[in-house]
């Protein structure tokens, strides 16, 4: 097998798992209702069992960290990915408060070894091509997004059981991607891990800081429109109850169309100008929803959110690969526990502001806390970077250093 057709294989089946992944996630999250109702989860409770999830996935990001050191990233995404998918159907197989607690930790823990080793391989690839393709694997997960939402829907209209709902998306999916991992490819596996094993260095995690403060923000504002679109739209706005599910939708679409065309931006004009323009359309998406009219209005504004933040986190994790070459490994796994940081925060963040003063001005604290990515935007180039491959380098500002630069911030 040449290394072209290894890299091929390795980037189509990694951008696969991606796309199980955005299906699992949303089979979850958009039935919690149903789930609350399955085991009596009172709703002073339900919070409780929400945040168990995002804090056992960071944990195990940590963990992933030094596990991946011994064994590989491939090796980690080949067993969780499975793992994932088999605690999703146990949180639908469940009849008491305890299967649902152990379901959902089972989840939790397995889930953020999957987002860590997802994106390490995803960067490691990128290095290998020499070119953006962050983008697109993370635009396969909100296909998948799309895909696991529409089937929840279906699920509900037709008053499935959660079992049977979450039953044909294991069957068929489990051992696809079960099947794919044998094309991971991970190009630390074949190269020497001392840089590795010496993690980020002295000084290596205030490097870092900045973009870990860019993936919380950037989740900030992912996790208000998640959480409080459908809300804000019927209950702020005055629209229908059918019209306030589409918001989401929306978002998710514009999201996926955005990861889909954004590494032809990155190759084109640079990652740094790339996510100044990201953020600031995402301002300008929250200052139309705080000051929108009408729902229409408020839809127009949950459109350029899905438009601006898409690109924020996938070139957070490439920007962290091209500052730390030689531990890229290490340092996705600190950056990913900020991934579950800002979803922590931004629900009760902007509900308890909301509560307290107005949903309108809520929605200027995420708009404030995203225009925080302007002040680090210099983090996500280098000084002279240039792509890897032959044909396609470029001159000047306008290339991309995809993880062969220094430590320049």
């Not at 959660?162 to 099947?179: D, I, K, N, R």
């Not at 490097?207 to 900030?220: F, T």
Request: hydrophobic share 50%; with cysteine.
């Amino acid at each position: 097998m040449t290394a072209d057709v290894r890299l091929r294989r390795g980037r189509g089946s990694l951008g696969f798992s991606f796309f199980v992944q955005g299906v699992t996630f949303a089979l979850l999250v958009t039935r919690i209702p149903a789930i609350q109702d399955r085991y009596g989860i009172s709703d002073g409770l339900l919070p409780a069992f929400l945040a168990a999830v995002p804090i056992l996935a960071g944990v195990s990001s940590v963990a992933t960290e030094h596990l991946v050191k011994r064994v590989g990233a491939a090796t980690v995404l080949r067993w969780a990915q499975p793992l994932v998918l088999l605690a999703l159907l146990g949180v639908g197989a469940g009849t008491q408060m305890w299967h649902a607690a152990l379901a959902l930790g089972a989840f939790g823990l397995s889930v953020g070894a999957l987002d860590a080793s997802m994106n390490m391989l995803g960067v490691s690839l990128q290095r290998a091509y020499g070119r953006s393709i962050m983008l697109g694997f993370h635009a396969a997960y909100s296909l998948g997004g799309i895909v696991g939402a529409s089937a929840a829907w279906a699920g509900a209209h037709w008053h499935l059981s959660l079992f049977s709902s979450y039953l044909p998306a294991v069957v068929v999916l489990l051992p696809l991607a079960f099947h794919g991992s044998r094309f991971y490819v991970d190009q630390q596996e074949g190269e020497d891990r001392a840089a590795a094993e010496k993690g980020l260095g002295a000084g290596g995690f205030r490097l870092l800081l900045p973009l870990c403060m860019v993936m919380a923000c950037a989740y900030i504002g992912d996790s208000t429109v998640s959480n409080w679109s459908a809300k804000y739209l019927q209950d702020v706005l005055g629209s229908s109850e059918q019209l306030a599910t589409v918001p989401y939708n929306v978002y998710m679409v514009t999201t996926l169309i955005g990861r889909a065309v954004g590494d032809l931006g990155v190759r084109r004009f640079g990652a740094v100008a790339v996510v100044r323009i990201g953020t600031v359309v995402a301002a300008g998406g929250f200052a139309v929803v705080a000051a929108a009219p009408g729902a229409w209005t408020g839809m127009l504004g949950f459109t350029l959110l899905g438009i601006g933040l898409c690109v924020i986190v996938p070139q957070t994790f490439a920007a962290a690969g091209r500052l730390f070459p030689g531990a890229s490994d290490t340092a996705i796994a600190r950056l990913n526990i900020f991934n579950y940081v800002g979803f922590l925060i931004g629900s009760p963040l902007v509900g308890g502001i909301g509560d307290a003063w107005s949903y309108r001005g809520a929605m200027l604290v995420p708009m404030a806390l995203v225009l925080v990515t302007l002040l680090h935007a210099r983090s996500f180039g280098a000084e002279g970077a240039r792509y890897g491959v032959g044909h396609e380098r470029r001159s000047g500002d306008r290339a991309v250093d995809v993880g062969r630069g220094g430590n320049e911030v």
